[in-house]
């Protein structure tokens, strides 16, 4: 089904370019975001699209409800304890993983990042049986970024462009991204899940930010309720600040299938390893890849 957003995203970035900095929040319910595309409004869209390419921060409240988030949680911790610990490369055949992300593995990515993340794609048998759940929140997003309803659902590393579902705890002490961009490659906008919070006291400091016209950490953390979504566009500068750093935890005795810190899901269109010139995530600071592998030692 295609976009009609498609044409505002073209026609307002024929005299711009997508931002770098961050500019202030919006915020609709999900009930919204579905009419964003079932009630579709040109002038309305076109003001909303506007906003985005000018640097604001689009919040989706109550898009997953505390009975999903939990669902969602528990069963990829169930998922950690049935399947090993791994790394997969996203070509034909990938199968769902998880990876332990420590401080010295790390410094292997393109964007430094601590953290416990599971990925699941769409052309796997749904070992946790809530890929349809997401995607019915997914759809909206990328409708709204201007892709078809359905777009890259069916891909698969061949293709060069394919769905991936990435859940992700955060460990106390130790979790967190540096500052990076996001590639725009395959949509306008990063869509972001939120499935703990500050508010629900799943941890107390840290979390995601953004960075703005003067280059100052913008944390949004407050303004974020477990089961919300941020749709942005992916070029701002944005990162996870560490959670909780003054906890004793030490990188050796953390269970990391105990699931405590700070949930986040990512959906993200990526260009797989398959595609020839693919396009990643582009750090903007060696915080997690080079100072917090110092101090872990």
């Known amino acids: ?3 009609k957003y498609k044409t505002l995203w073209e026609e307002e970035l024929k005299n ?8 202030g929040l919006l915020k609709i319910d999900y009930e919204e975001l579905k009419n964003l595309k079932n009630s579709f409004n040109k002038e309305k869209g076109k003001l909303l699209i506007k906003e985005l390419i000018d640097g604001k921060v689009l919040l989706v409240k109550n898009a997953f409800s505390k009975e999903l988030v939990l669902e969602i949680k528990n069963k990829t911790i169930q998922f950690w304890k049935n399947n090993p610990n791994t790394f997969q490369k996203m070509v034909e ?4 993983f998880h990876r332990i992300i420590t401080p010295d593995v790390a410094k292997n990515y393109s964007v430094g990042a601590v953290r416990h993340t599971t990925y699941f794609f769409n052309w796997n048998s749904d070992p946790c049986g809530f890929n349809e759940k997401i995607y019915e ?7 709204l970024a201007g892709l078809d309803f359905y777009q890259y659902e069916k891909n698969t590393p061949k293709n060069g462009a394919v769905d991936r579902i990435q859940i992700v705890c955060y460990p106390p002490k130790y ?13 306008s906008l990063a869509i972001s899940c ?34 919300d979504i941020s749709l ?34 990512g959906l993200f269109t990526n260009d797989s390893n398959m595609k020839l010139n693919r396009k990643t995530s582009l750090s903007l600071d060696k915080y997690h890849s080079d100072k917090l592998l110092s101090e872990s030692k």
């Open 175 to 187: 979790g967190g991204v540096e500052v990076h961009k996001d590639t725009n490659s395959n949509s």
């Open 232 to 265: 942005y566009c992916p070029t701002i500068d944005h990162g996870v600040e560490c959670i909780d750093n003054n906890e004793r935890t030490s990188k050796d005795n953390y269970d990391w299938n105990s699931g405590i810190g700070r949930w986040w899901m």
């Open 93 to 96: 055949g990938c199968p769902d």
């Open 16 to 23: 711009k370019k997508l931002p770098d900095r961050y500019t």
């Open 137 to 143: 929140r997914w759809r909206y997003s990328k409708y």
């Open 1 to 3: 089904m295609p976009s």
């Open 194 to 227: 939120y499935l703990s919070s500050k508010k629900n006291k799943d941890f107390s400091k840290g979390g995601f930010y953004c960075i703005d016209n003067n280059g100052k950490k913008i944390d949004l953390e407050d303004e974020i309720d477990s089961g």
